[in-house]
C-alpha cells in the first residue's frame, strides 16, 4: 500500500506570497499523482495530476506542481497567493500495481491560510 | 447538473438508528468509492467497487456496510449508528487511472 505525507498540516502566507505544500510518497514505482483542492463547505475537486510526460504539471488557478522520481516529492507551488486560494489541500497517490490499480491514497491535508 | 450527487446533504441522527447514505453519479464510470473525513485525518477510504459485481473493503469499514445497485448507484449504510461514525462522508467516481470525482458531501451527526 502507498502512504502519503503531507509535510504542515497548517501553512500560511500572505497575498502576493510564493505557496509551497509538500508531499511525499512511498512508492518505488512511478506512481500517478494528484492535488486536490476543498474550499470550506464543498467537495473536492482535482486541482492537477501527474500521469506520465512532462514532470512539471500545471493546473488550475495558476497552481503547478513538480513530480521528482529520486525524490519521491509532488509538490505543489504558485507564485502569488490569492485570497482566494485560502482552502484544503490533499494530495494523493494511485496503487501503482495489481488488482487495485487506480485506487488513491491521501495524504491528511494541509490547510492554507491567506493574509491580505 | 452535478455528475456525483449525494442524499441527504446533512443528516443528524440518534445512537442505534440505522441510515444510508446514497449516491449517484452520470460521470458512466465503474468504480465508485466511499469516503469519511475527519478533521486532521484527510480521507480515509471506507469501501469501494470497481464494477457493479465488486465490492472492497477500505481502511475502516467496520460498522460499515455497502451496496452497488447499478452502475451509477452505490449506497452506504450504518446498520447501527455510533457518536464517532459523526463525519463528513464523501462519494467518489473515478476511471482507471485513478483521477476521482467527488460529491458534495454528506454531514452526518449521531448523537
Known amino acids: 500500500a502507498q502512504s502519503v505525507t503531507q509535510l504542515g498540516s497548517h501553512v500560511s502566507v500572505s497575498e502576493g506570497a510564493l505557496v509551497l505544500l509538500r508531499c511525499n510518497y512511498s512508492s518505488s514505482v512511478p506512481p500517478y499523482l494528484f492535488w486536490y483542492v476543498q474550499y470550506p463547505n464543498q467537495g473536492l475537486q482535482l486541482l492537477l495530476k501527474?500521469?506520465?510526460?512532462?514532470?512539471l504539471v500545471k493546473g488550475i488557478n495558476g497552481f503547478e506542481a513538480e513530480f521528482k522520481k529520486s525524490e519521491t516529492s509532488f509538490h505543489l507551488t504558485k507564485p502569488s497567493a490569492h485570497m482566494s486560494d485560502a482552502a484544503e489541500y490533499f494530495c494523493a497517490v494511485s496503487e501503482d500495481r495489481g488488482s487495485t490499480l487506480g485506487r488513491l491514497y491521501f495524504g491528511r491535508g494541509t490547510q492554507l491560510t491567506v493574509w491580505p | 447538473d452535478a455528475d456525483v450527487t449525494q442524499t441527504p446533504r446533512n443528516r443528524i441522527t440518534k445512537t442505534g438508528k440505522r441510515i444510508m447514505l446514497e449516491c449517484s453519479q452520470t460521470?458512466?464510470?465503474?468504480?465508485m468509492y466511499w469516503y469519511r473525513q475527519d478533521p486532521g485525518l484527510g480521507l480515509r477510504l471506507i469501501y469501494y467497487s470497481f464494477d457493479v459485481k465488486d465490492i472492497n473493503k477500505g481502511e475502516i469499514s467496520d460498522g460499515y456496510s455497502v451496496s452497488r445497485q447499478a452502475q451509477a448507484k452505490f449506497s452506504l449504510s450504518l446498520e447501527s449508528a455510533i457518536p464517532n461514525q459523526t463525519a463528513l462522508y464523501f462519494c467518489?467516481?473515478?476511471?482507471?487511472?485513478?483521477?476521482?470525482?467527488f460529491g458534495p458531501g454528506t454531514r452526518l451527526t449521531v448523537l
Open positions: 467518489a467516481t473515478s476511471d482507471f487511472i485513478g483521477e476521482q470525482f
Open positions: 501527474y500521469t506520465t510526460g512532462a514532470t
Open positions: 460521470k458512466g464510470h465503474d468504480r
